[in-house]
């Protein structure tokens, strides 16, 4: 029999696990602490259990952990890039970002994606699987104790489609907020979607203020079929009536990523459509320079067409920011450093 991860279960859960070993309850919550604040390894590290407790819950439980298989250092701005091994020897990848208001990681919630986004280099190979909440959280715990640092802000932007994973992102979500664990307010949380409509609905449903952050990257639907198979799903019209009624559950901003590619949504044809689409919108547009892949020939936009862009936006009531571009000298763009060790 496959053993239970402790690290992926909630409170609730874990509490029935103890039940079901006939055990008492409140054993649940100093587990969930052990695991989630003490970040240990293993059952046998839970040293508040006794050894024979410990031994009963090994026998069909474990606590799952992946191993930093490669790390990269910035010379230029501290970011660093994670390589992780998981238990079946799947490759996954994450970024710690240092800021003046402190310390964010990009998180992987799938290994490969099957959305299939031509400038991205994570869809590649397709999907292989989803990951666990624990393999989503132990991106966390891991780059905290290899750091020793407290991270304050957390970014579902790594590889993976995060609402293709529905239910385990959730459960991650849940777990990396409670109170007993690391408590990261979801306002500092951001997932990131290229659009999977009913599920921006279902996310609207559990109402939990984190920033959610649609992959517009065009302003026209021909254009966004082109370039992203999703769009032959679900219309930008759609798209933007979700977004309102997760404004409504939520009242948060929605952020617009815009991947800028030369010539292709860079043009003013496209700033003024987009500024038509947003106006009156709560929202901010967050301008991404694109990271060229091998695997294509699409070209980053010219310095001048990102900066007009953007200025076409301010003038218009549209705020907008030009993404920084981290770690440059590490820079395999998304996904790039995975495949690269993969091969
Ligand atoms: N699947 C989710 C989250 C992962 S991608 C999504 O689509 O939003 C995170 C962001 O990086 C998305 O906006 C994605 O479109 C963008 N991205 C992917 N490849 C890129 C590249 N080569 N250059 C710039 N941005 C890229």
Known sequence: ?????????????????F?????KKFRAKQVFKWIHKQKVDSIDDITVLSKKLRDKLNENHKIGNIKKFKRFDSNIDNTKKYLFILEDSNIIESVMMEYKHGVSLCLSTQVGCKMGCSFCASTKDGLVRNLTPSEILDQVYSIEKDLNVKVSNIVLMGTGEPLDNYDNVLKFLRLIHDKNGLNIGYRHITLSTCGIVPKIYELAEEALPITLSISLH????????????IAN?????EIIEACKYYIKKTNRRITFEYTLIDEVNDTNRHAEKLVKLLSGLLCHVNLIPLNPIKENDLVKSKKESINRFKSYLDVRGISATIRRE????????????????KK
């Open 1 to 17: 029999m496959k053993k239970i991860d402790l690290k992926s279960l909630t409170l609730k859960e874990l509490e029935d696990v």
């Open 19 to 23: 039940l079901q070993i006939n055990e």
């Open 218 to 229: 065009t302003p026209f639907d021909e254009d966004r079929q082109e370039i992203m198979p």
């Open 233 to 237: 799903r679900y219309s930008i019209g």
């Open 326 to 341: 981290m770690g440059s000298d590490v820079n395999a763009a998304c996904g790039q450093l995975r495949r690269d060790y």
